[in-house]
């Protein structure tokens, strides 16, 4: 992803979601994909991979995930204006206040 070849880099997040992950590896690489998708300007990948993954956390209360989730927030800056990338990002918000408090 950090060279651009946004492609290359679904293909192989993609391919590693299908393997047996770990719920914080998972989330992990539901994050990624969520970045791309915000990279391609495809919103919509972008928020259900996102949703995906807090919905790990709210199975797991996994910190690490809510941290990964949290690189997120500053590419949803731009998409704000939707409602649903508002709440996401919201969300995410409440997530790391609740992980730094607990």
């Known amino acids: 992803m950090q060279l651009g070849q946004f ?3 679904g293909s192989a997040l993609t391919d590693v ?6 719920p914080r590896r ?3 690489v539901l994050t990624d994909l969520a970045i791309l998708g915000i990279q ?8 259900a991979c ?8 709210a199975q797991t209360g996994s910190g690490y995930v809510v941290r990964k989730l949290a690189t997120l927030q500053p ?3 731009h998409y704000l204006n939707d409602g649903r990338a ?3 990002h919201e969300h995410i918000s409440m997530l790391t206040c609740e992980t730094a408090a607990g």
């Open 17 to 22: 979601l299908k393997q047996n992950l770990s």
């Open 50 to 57: 996102a949703e995906a993954a807090t919905g790990i956390i």
């Open 26 to 28: 998972r989330g992990g």
């Open 40 to 47: 391609r300007n495809d919103l919509d990948q972008a928020l």
């Open 75 to 77: 590419y949803l800056r």
């Open 86 to 88: 508002r709440t996401l």
């Open 7 to 9: 492609d290359q880099a």
